[in-house]
């Protein structure tokens, strides 16, 4: 019993190093050549991959009303990830810029916490 046990820890360990991977690998894929540098001076640096690079996020939202939309500012405030916003104010709209680190999954979490939906993403990086 033990083994399975640890077996699947592994294996959930084994595939969270993964997903950070194809995370990095996504965010090279639709980056600028600017981008792609610096991710690669980075790694020669021994640094975390996505040090330096942003990301400009435009959100189409949904089912977040007026007292949703002050929990919203607050958890976007408090997370050390965003770098500034503009939150529409009927709540649909949100321009984001943020860490790189900070992807479109992380945030449908975040705001899943309000009863929030994503109803649209655009994503750009840079330095």
């Known amino acids: 019993m033990k083994k399975y046990i640890l077996l699947f820890v592994f294996g959930i360990v084994f595939s969270s190093i993964d997903s950070f991977g194809q995370v ?9 050549t ?32 007026v007292s949703q939309k002050a929990s919203l500012e607050t958890i976007l405030n408090n997370d050390a990830r965003v770098i500034s916003f503009v939150l529409s104010e009927d709540a649909t709209s949100l321009v984001l810029e943020s860490q790189a680190v900070l992807t479109k999954e992380e945030f449908t979490a975040l705001i899943q916490v309000i009863n929030g ?11």
């Open 24 to 32: 990095y690998e996504k965010i090279y894929e639709l980056s600028g």
């Open 117 to 127: 939906v994503v109803t649209g993403y655009a994503a750009e990086y840079s330095i």
């Open 34 to 65: 600017e981008v792609q540098n610096k991710m690669n001076q980075n790694k020669i640096a021994g640094i975390d991959i996505l040090s330096g690079v942003r990301t400009h996020h435009v959100i189409g939202l949904a089912g977040i009303g």
